[in-house]
């Protein structure tokens, strides 16, 4: 089971951290990642990482400004969000797979979604 948090509502230019806790150790050796859904736009993914290993992947979009990180004891897996930008408003999403991809229908396992406002 995935658990997200951490949205809210952000001026353009600030922050959040995203959190998601992975119950169950069949999560152990998977890939980690985030996509996120505007209104009316395809679910997209934003950032992955593996449990296993320091290799991190993110969309050109966020590069620089969105780092995912984890901490394997709390089986959690973050991702912080700097100068955030009006069109980074989304319903934000983790999910687990057992290969990496960018493609949301490549990935089995879901959290909720948590939802980033950003607007001044």
């Known amino acids: 089971q995935l658990q997200a948090s951490g949205g809210g509502l952000v001026q353009p230019g600030g922050s959040l951290r995203l959190s998601c806790a992975a119950s169950?150790?069949?999560?152990?050796?998977?890939?980690m990642a985030w996509f996120r859904q505007a209104p009316g736009k395809e679910r997209e993914f934003v950032a992955g990482?593996?449990?296993?290993?320091?290799?991190?992947y993110y969309a050109d979009s966020v590069r620089g400004r969105f780092t995912i990180s984890k901490d394997n004891p709390k089986q959690t897996v973050y991702l912080q969000m700097d100068s955030l930008k009006p069109e980074d408003t989304a319903v934000y999403f983790c999910?687990?797979?057992?290969?990496?991809?960018?493609?949301?229908?490549?990935?089995?396992?879901w959290g909720q979604g948590t939802l980033v406002t950003v607007s001044s």
């Open positions: 999910a687990s797979a057992t290969y990496y991809g960018r493609s949301w229908n490549q990935y089995a396992y």
């Open positions: 169950g150790s069949a999560y152990s050796n998977y890939l």
């Open positions: 990482t593996w449990w296993t290993t320091e290799t991190t």
